[in-house]
């Protein structure tokens, strides 16, 4: 008589999936996230600059917590190669279109949901007053890089690893758990807005066979808004 704690095959690749994404999230939260190790910049640097490089600090603890480690075990740990993990053009015809609706979408709303005065409270993030091209570059860097690791990780190894075991909807409904539980701090709009926006970037990840469109477009969220932030605020401005 099985047991219900009993072993199956097909668990392989969701247990291995969602263990790498939760332990790699939780060392990403309580090490780059660490109130101590934002106070040590601002004690250490002036303001402007200690806002630079503690960003920089959190963002590439990203690539590493969220893309390299968990990346480099889910490699040695299953039989999948990166291709398997949607890290690949897979249907580029589809995703172009997708790419382009998306991106002038997200353009759009921010442009307007930007001017919000709780919104200007939090982004950009770096609380910089005078943005010159070198900080916009590094800003953008910054991004680009956290946003492959995070993507990679959400819509790479979480999604594929769950759709192989249990199929696209029980697939969906791990990822939108996690990925919504994740913008909890962001507060109450952020975390039902990742709802929809998730599965949206589920399906076209799947169907297109590439996180491209999710990567693309979660790096044209986060650059808009930050940089229509800086247009709409009274207190930064590009120079």
């Not at 990780?153 to 939108?176: D, E, H, K, Q």
Request: with cysteine; net charge positive; hydrophobic share 50%.
């Amino acid at each position: 008589m099985a047991n219900f704690y009993d072993w199956k095959p097909e668990y392989l690749n969701a247990f291995i999936g969602i263990s790498l994404s939760t332990i790699g999230f939780i060392l990403y939260w309580f090490f780059a996230l660490s109130p101590k190790i934002k106070e040590s910049y601002f004690m250490k640097f002036q303001e402007e600059t200690a806002w630079i490089n503690y960003v920089v600090f959190q963002k590439m603890m990203g690539v590493l917590f969220l893309g390299i480690l968990p990346g480099s075990l889910a490699l040695f740990l299953l039989p999948f190669s990166l291709a398997d993990y949607e890290l690949k053009l897979g249907n580029y015809s589809q995703s172009f279109v997708y790419i382009i609706v998306m991106c002038v979408l997200i353009a759009l709303i921010n442009y307007f949901a930007t001017k919000n005065v709780e919104n200007l409270k939090v982004y950009p993030q770096m609380r910089l007053k005078v943005w010159t091209k070198r900080r916009v570059i590094i800003n953008s860097f910054a991004w680009i890089s956290y946003l492959f690791a995070y993507e990679f990780m959400f819509r790479g190894i979480l999604l594929t690893t769950c759709y192989y075991s249990f199929g696209f909807w029980p697939a969906v409904a791990i990822n939108l758990s996690f990925y919504s539980a994740t913008h909890i701090p962001k507060g109450l709009n952020e975390t039902i807005g990742a709802i929809p926006y998730g599965l949206r970037l589920c399906y076209v990840t799947i169907s297109s066979g590439s996180i491209a469109v999710s990567f693309i477009t979660h790096v044209a969220l986060a650059l808009t808004n930050d940089y229509f932030s800086v247009h709409h605020s009274k207190e930064m401005k590009f120079v």
